[in-house]
């Protein structure tokens, strides 16, 4: 822990997601009780140069349906083989999800 944020790092090969899926996963937890109960954001990405960071949450205004506020909509995925990184819940797809 440090300043108050904790981090974890993981490193995966194979069978996760669509295509080649070699990259890495860090999880920071942030607890800010300014903006959210609780939010932890995952940096995915490939042995390439593509990379996204997502985000978990939980806030005291949020719903189990869509926020504004709060979430953001992932696309539709793009073909077989290409990056993709996403939070699926209840049928939608987002990059960032608070409930």
């Not at 070699?22 to 995915?44: K, N, Q």
């Not at 504004?68 to 819940?89: K, L």
């Amino acid at each position: 822990m440090v300043f108050g944020w904790e981090t974890s790092q993981a490193q995966f090969a194979g069978g996760i997601g669509r295509g080649d899926s070699r990259g890495a996963l860090e999880a920071i937890i942030d607890p800010d009780p300014g903006t959210s109960d609780f939010a932890t954001f995952l940096s995915v990405s490939d042995a390439g140069s593509n990379s996204i960071t997502l985000t978990i949450g939980t806030a005291p205004d949020a719903t189990s349906g869509f926020d504004p506020q709060y979430d953001q909509f992932a696309p539709p995925p793009g073909p077989a083989g290409t990056f993709d990184a996403r939070i699926s819940f209840e049928g939608e797809d987002y990059f960032r999800f608070f409930e």
